[in-house]
């Protein structure tokens, strides 16, 4: 069989010499002649320098086309935008001042600052206080560390903690979380709308109560809130339907509203250093009253005779304790605050007063007459409830990551600063608070011992209207900017097609506008204004916060952890243990405020993830643990048939096809460390050889061969299976396990093979074998990589330094940029730095390439040097001619020889070392043969160690006879072709791309650790002097480089620079 296929080559390559412009050559040159140069016209635009890749180029982008396409890109969701307005020029894109600190300013800073701080302060005292602001801000801030790693971790579009854990953790989660966002928006506008009536009703306008005397009945207070609520609600969502404009220019003024309040308060507490003479309470005992002028503030007056003694039958209290007027504003000087250290926590009925004396707190009698009571029963962890909205809004950023110059710098910079900026604020204001105003004032709620007063605003300066009107305006503003982002919020998740029932709220109005969801927004927000009572909407709305920044935490520890190779943060000052601290602390807040508000909230997500998960899916249950175990096994492995992987989620699922010598050992053992380090990334690892032969005759053979391949992966610690395939032929098996390998979704997508150094010594079908698998697994759309010099590569238990040099010729999908990444997840690996190297054409701009592959690699979040190479169009040299002379009279000289099989080897043999020695010496480059320095170190190893150790280099042929004469017939065939020969114009331009980048190679990488490159694709033509010819290209293109990783993309995606 062998000699009749070796007189077909012979027949079919007949030389016929001719004298035709003192040229040889044969019929078969002429018809591919014709072949070539039809490939010429159609390829005359590649440059000559990257010839060598020209069908790859044909199909798959250069890395100058590809970077440029890429390096512009936006990718927003449109913010709230006016129907009938005119469309906006473009707008320069936002810094970090503007786009994100100061929108997290505006956001953070709300009403509980104004109506509500001041009482917390007192009730809770300066030292709990302070622990309640502390704990808030502490939640607030590792939350936003976790964010910051997830906004960082590529493009986010706008859409806040929704798109960002809907994209880390899944729909599931993602659904769940938006909903609760949705809700926690839609009450926090029913907040701001109570509280903006609050302000309007207690502080500004009493008399336009409409159930009568609301400081005397708190009912009548609350459905004052209700009635007036409804209606602000109504205007403001006519607002929001009609004049989004009108929304968006407010916001501004809210801002500044907010800023000039905050600087009224500060500037006032120094201007009151010494307390202010104007405002004072009247306090019977140590009880303080309301509705007394001050000027009848006496037991003599009438007065508070006609109160306290009606029918001539006075209050045993107003008897015994005297009445006294107490300067409300003290002042820092005063020393006010070492009695506004400790708490004074109350219960609901019980008197306002100093001390803890249950003589001056409890109500004996039932009477209040003009005492002030405590509305509610207060505890630590209720204020914390109460509080904890007033440091919500550090998503305004995110939201806005789409109209950022620099997102993945803005956000978190912004963010952070804007979080200490406001914690600064609120831990000042808690001791300028308790340093300024006495005790009894800052726990009067409502202010009405000094006539109805906001306390805040008789603190600030000039006058108590700028800190009234501010906060009136800022807390409006806050509330046009919930019920803007509800709506939308609602929409965006109902596109995302995750919650059925919400379907109908994902269409929009002709005018652009979600009005369907604004309609629903509306209807939920006045279940919250029904409430009528700041305090009990404020721990409601905590509680879905809460949930939300926990689950930020979560999918932040969560991606750490997995470490999954698309989890590359751009903002590194992040820890899993951080996030964890968030969530515990997120949970326990939620548990110690309101345990009956934190299980609503919870159950809600539960209900929500549940119909997420198992909407329309099969529920099946096994018998025992494990049935649960393959229910659960088989579950997940259908949902992964569904279709491929995103690219988020693609990692290498490794195929090594490990080639066995005649002891069944595997020949190169360093293939299974390198598959190791690669794992580094996760990902699963299937290794397989291929024996020659007869499965029934075999078979035990194949047993042992399957028991030594699984040792080898226990001792390199590769996590995987093994399997070993019987064939007739082993091109033929490393094809049909190439093919079918894996189960459903867990197919492996990468192939490793190592190099055929014997492929000049064992002629054909050497490199037909290793051609044939890289034709396969092309076909199969796998990746596909090749170590070269293998026996070179590190152990795993070594650390290296040094330099990765990654050579981008042509974009396959990005395979070139991740496996660097996977390598340095691996200790050995990890000191190792990378540089990127590519190619520009004639027609490339290098400034500009150079700066869009920095753009690139930035948003990769990838840090690398680059460097763009220019390699001048220079004509090909008389060296480029000779080698590729020498490559083709060594393919004519064994198509000529009919020899049987054994001779056929030791004139093959012959051939190759005399062509081989010839190339060498004529080499301008260092030529690192593995095969001699392997072949030396085993000279010099004693046999247990030689067998211990896998050979890198091929076996060595015992020939000395071949070595030391040559037959006669080689030497006329070799004497035949040693006149002067014109080489293949095609042969030449490829062998001219493999010199000149391997030239440049050598020059830029020679010293580098590894070296990962293209691999061109193989001839497209089944030839076997096509077939050599790749083989010799490959050999000149990596010439004097020791550790080379030769990479060939399965023609999809594998990284991304979106999160």
């Known amino acids: ?85 005119k469309p906006p020029q473009p707008s320069a894109r936002m810094g970090t001042l503007i786009g994100v600190f100061l929108p997290c300013i505006q956001n953070i800073f709300g009403v509980i600052l104004f109506i509500r701080l001041t009482w917390v302060v007192g009730t809770a005292g300066a030292v709990c206080g302070f622990l309640i602001v502390l704990t808030c801000c502490c939640v607030t801030m590792l939350t936003a560390i976790s964010m910051s790693a997830i906004a960082t971790n590529g493009v986010v579009p706008a859409g806040g903690s929704y798109f960002m854990i809907s994209r880390s953790l899944g729909p599931e989660f993602g659904g769940a979380v938006g909903m609760l ?63 989004v404009k009108f929304v968006n220019k407010f916001a501004t003024v809210a801002l500044a509203c907010v800023i000039l309040s905050i600087i009224a308060v500060y500037v006032g507490i120094f201007d009151n250093i010494h307390g202010n003479e104007k405002l004072y309470m009247c306090v019977l005992g140590k009880r303080l009253l309301k509705d007394i002028p001050i000027d009848n503030c006496t037991k003599d007056d009438s007065f508070m005779r006609d109160i306290y003694c009606p029918n001539n039958k006075c209050d045993d209290y107003y008897l015994n304790n005297n009445v006294s007027k107490v300067k409300g504003i003290k002042g820092l000087a005063s020393g006010v605050f070492y009695d506004n250290v400790w708490p004074s926590f109350l219960e609901k009925g019980q008197f306002i007063s100093y001390g803890h004396d249950s003589i001056d707190i409890e109500n004996i009698d039932n009477e209040s007459y003009n005492q002030i009571m405590a509305d509610i029963t207060t505890t630590f962890t209720l204020l914390i409830g109460i509080f904890f909205p007033s440091v919500t809004g550090i998503m305004a950023g995110s939201n806005r990551s789409g109209d950022l110059a620099d997102a993945q710098k803005s956000i978190p910079i912004g963010t952070i600063c804007a979080i200490l900026t406001t914690s600064t604020v609120y831990l000042s204001s808690v001791l300028f608070f308790a340093g300024t105003v006495d005790n009894l004032l800052l726990r009067d709620k409502f202010g009405q011992s000094i006539g109805g007063k906001l306390v805040v605003a008789n603190i600030a300066w000039p006058n108590q209207w700028v800190i009234l009107i501010g906060s ?14 509800a709506p939308r919020l609602l929409q965006a998740i109902a596109r995302d097609e995750i919650i059925p029932f919400l379907a109908p709220f994902a269409k929009s109005s002709k005018r652009g506008e979600p009005t369907r969801a604004l309609l629903l ?42 470490r999954t190779p698309n989890w590359r943060p751009r903002f590194k000052f992040y820890h899993w243990s951080l996030s964890l601290i ?60 569904e279709g491929p992987p995103h690219t988020k989620n693609w990692r290498p ?27 580094a990334g996760k990902g699963l690892t299937i290794c397989v050889s291929v024996l020659k032969g007869d499965h029934t005759k075999i078979a035990n053979k194949a047993v042992d061969a399957k028991s030594t391949l699984r040792k080898y992966m226990t001792d390199e610690k590769v996590k995987g299976f093994c399997d070993i395939l019987v064939a007739q032929q082993i091109g033929e098996g490393l094809s049909s396990v190439i093919q079918t390998i894996g189960l459903g979704g867990m197919k492996p997508n990468t192939v490793i093979i190592g190099w055929p150094y014997s492929w000049r010594q064992e002629g054909r079908n050497s ?31 070594h650390k290296i330094g040094g330099n990765i040099d990654i050579w981008w010729i042509v974009h396959d999908g990005g395979l070139l940029m991740l496996l660097p990444f996977l390598l340095k997840q691996h200790r050995t690996w990890r000191n190792c730095k990378l540089r990127i190297f590519t190619v520009a054409q004639i027609e490339d701009n290098s400034i500009q390439m150079k700066k869009d592959l920095k753009t690139f690699l930035y948003h990769l979040r990838i840090e690398a040097d680059v460097e763009v190479v220019e390699m001048n169009n220079s004509d090909i040299s008389a060296y480029t001619y000779e080698r590729t002379l020498m490559m083709e009279q060594r393919n ?44 030396q170190n085993h000279e010099s190893h004693n046999d247990e160690k030689r067998n211990s150790i896998d050979s890198d280099a091929p076996e060595e042929t015992d020939a000395p006879e071949t070595t030391s004469s040559k037959d006669e017939s080689t030497e006329k065939a070799d004497s035949k072709f040693k006149s002067n020969v014109k080489p293949d114009e095609f042969n030449v331009r490829r062998m001219h791309t493999a010199i000149k980048l391997n030239e440049v190679i050598v020059e830029k990488s020679q010293d580098a650790q590894l070296v990962i490159m293209n691999l061109p694709g193989p001839p497209r033509e089944v030839r076997a002097e096509r077939e050599s010819n790749y083989m010799e290209f490959l050999e000149v293109l990596t010439e004097g480089l020791e550790k080379v990783l030769m990479v060939r993309g399965g023609g999809r995606e594998v990284i991304t620079i979106y999160s």
Not at 5 to 15: L, P, R, T, Y
Not at 472 to 485: E, I
Not at 600 to 607: D, L, T
Request: with cysteine.
């Open 521 to 562: 927004t509306i209807v939920i927000c006045q279940c919250g204004i029904l409430l009528g009572n700041v305090d009990l909407l404020a721990p409601l709305l905590s509680m879905f916060f809460l949930m939300c920044y926990g689950f930020v935490n979560l999918a932040c520890a969560v991606q750490t952890l997995l």
């Open 472 to 485: 009136f305006l800022s807390t409006l503003g806050a509330g046009l900017q919930s019920l803007t982002g």
């Open 892 to 935: 004519q000289m064994l198509r000529a020889l009919g020899l049987n099989k054994k001779e056929n080897s030791k004139v093959v043999q012959t051939i190759v070392d005399h062509h081989y020695d010839a190339t060498r010496t004529a080499s301008k480059v260092r030529f690192a043969d593995p095969t001699i320095e392997e072949t």
């Open 1 to 85: 069989m062998q000699n009749n296929s070796a007189k077909d080559d012979s027949d079919e390559m007949e030389i016929i010499s001719s004298e035709h412009n003192g040229t040889v050559h044969d019929t078969k040159n002429e018809d591919s002649g014709d072949i070539h140069r039809a490939e010429e016209n159609q390829k005359s635009n590649i440059d000559p320098n990257l010839y060598l890749y020209d069908d790859d180029l044909a199909t798959r982008p250069h890395i100058s086309t590809f970077i440029s396409s890429i390096a512009n890109y936006e990718n927003t969701i449109p913010a709230a935008t006016d129907p009938d307005a």
């Open 767 to 797: 490199w037909r074998t290793f051609i044939q698998t890289v034709r396969t697994v092309a076909a199969c759309h796998m990746a596909l990589m090749v170590p070269k010099g293998i026996n070179f590569y590190p152990e795993s238990n």
């Open 653 to 679: 699922q490794i195929l090594v096809l490990s080639k066995l010598n005649d002891n069944l050992l595997p020949k190169y053992r360093k293939i299974f460390s390198f598959a190791t380090q690669l794992k």
């Open 582 to 641: 968030g969530l515990t602390l997120c949970i326990s807040v939620m548990i110690m405020t309101s345990w009956y508000f934190a299980l609503i909230a919870m159950g809600m997500a539960i209900v929500i993830y549940k119909y997420i998960e198992y909407r329309g899916a099969e529920k099946e249950w096994g018998d025992g643990i494990r049935g649960m175990a393959l229910t659960a096994a088989r579950f997940s492995l259908l949902r992964l048939e």
């Open 181 to 243: 966002f949705y809700t926690g928006t839609t009450l926090a506008a029913a907040m701001y709308i109570v509280g903006a009536v609050e302000i309007v009703l207690t502080y500004m306008a009493p008399w336009a109560s409409i159930f009568g005397d609301f400081t005397k009945d708190a009912d009548a207070m609350y459905n004052n809130f209700r009635v007036y609520g409804t209606v602000l609600l109504i205007f403001m969502g006519l607002i929001v339907f009609v004049g």
